[in-house]
């Protein structure tokens, strides 16, 4: 088992570029979740999907849309990318209805010029 | 407005003492409750669960809960420089939208 992945690990994007981070987790989850790190501001919620079909925002979701491609998938798109959104993007996933454990991918580190 | 308060540290220990690091949340109604220790440069990574009030034993690591005080602590014995990290504490309270995390402690194991 891969456990959650993501990709790209990096990216450098220019002010107004778009892309699209992939996450995928084969742990047969039915939630999952998209996470920012900033330092001195811990884990913030951008978007989670409680179950296949469905997405609702979190704390900071300006700027970011998400896509419940299917059980496994779960993309977070920045259409027009700005300074304020370098950061760390992490996925997690966790099985519904389970006491809360949720399991990280190893992140994206974007910088945004 | 859910929170989890933590001492963002940095906390020094050295080399074979206890390490001893404290998380109150403010959600009464949480359900359980979660360490993760994050290396840097590296995702959070589970090493710790609890349910119940009282102490969790697994290996060197001690979560302790108390949801009178609303307090979760976790207890590091024989700290080894391989523990520095930062340690997050993360509370479920059975919302849909998952865990809170607080922002960390950071810990510096002194050899």
């Known amino acids: 088992n891969a456990g959650v992945t993501q990709t790209p690990k990096f990216q450098v994007l220019k002010t107004g570029q778009s892309m699209t981070l992939q996450c995928a987790q084969d742990m047969n989850h039915n939630s999952m979740y998209w996470y920012r790190q900033d330092p001195g501001m811990g884990l913030r919620l951008i978007y989670y999907s409680a179950s296949e079909g469905t997405t609702d925002k979190g704390e900071v979701p300006n700027g970011y849309n998400v896509s419940r491609l299917n059980k496994r998938e779960f993309s977070l798109r920045l259409e027009s990318a700005a300074p304020s959104q370098t950061s760390v993007y992490f996925c997690a996933s966790m099985l519904a209805g389970g006491p809360g454990e949720q399991y990280f991918g190893p992140g994206t580190r974007l910088t945004v010029t | 407005q859910k929170e989890v308060e933590q001492n963002s540290g940095p906390l020094s220990v050295p080399e074979g003492a206890i390490a001893s690091l404290n998380c109150t949340y403010s959600d009464r109604v949480s359900q359980s409750f979660f360490w993760y220790r994050q290396y840097s440069g590296k995702s959070p990574e589970l090493i710790m669960s609890i349910y119940s009030n009282g102490d969790k034993e697994d290996g060197r690591f001690t979560a302790q809960l108390n949801k009178a005080s609303q307090y979760v602590s976790l207890l590091i014995r024989d700290s080894q420089p391989s523990d520095s990290a930062t340690y997050l504490c993360?509370?479920?309270?059975?919302?849909?939208?998952?865990?809170?995390f607080g922002k960390g402690t950071h810990l510096i194991i002194q050899p």
């Open positions: 993360a509370v479920n309270g059975g919302g849909a939208d998952g865990l809170t």
